[in-house]
């Protein structure tokens, strides 16, 4: 069993920078693939990254991909996610997740956080 409560989530103006933290608690953090998702209002929840258990690799979706950077710490048991240039488009709840397979879909993920809220204002 994992929990998952992430941090770092506000308001932020267009070009600005956030960075969210997720810690988990349990001693087989390192064992697990970490990803973050996020659910923007009306939309469905979608991929935006994810990191091995090493941290070793990475993928990220499209939408992100130059502006956001995940890492983890396995010491710490947290993942992070660095959000530089942030767009209006990018608001959303944005969600931690961890799981056995490395990939893109929500199935793969078997624990989930509570989501913390990003507005990125215009």
């Known amino acids: 069993q994992v929990q998952l409560v992430e941090s770092g989530g506000g308001l932020v103006q267009a070009g600005g920078s956030l960075r969210l933290s997720c810690s988990a608690s349990?001693?087989?953090?390192?064992?697990?693939?970490m990803g973050w998702f996020r659910q923007a209002p009306g939309k469905e929840r979608e991929f935006v990254a994810t990191i091995n258990w090493s941290g070793g690799s990475t993928y990220y979706a499209d939408s992100v991909k130059g502006r956001f950077t995940i890492s983890r710490d396995n010491a710490k048991n947290t993942v992070y996610l660095q959000m530089n240039n942030l767009k209006p488009e990018d608001t959303a709840v944005y969600y931690c997740?961890?799981?056995?397979?490395?990939?893109?879909?929500?199935?793969?993920?078997?624990?989930w956080g509570q989501g913390t809220r990003v507005t990125v204002s215009s």
């Open positions: 997740a961890a799981g056995v397979v490395y990939g893109v879909n929500k199935g793969n993920y078997n624990y």
């Open positions: 349990g001693r087989t953090f390192s064992t697990y693939v």
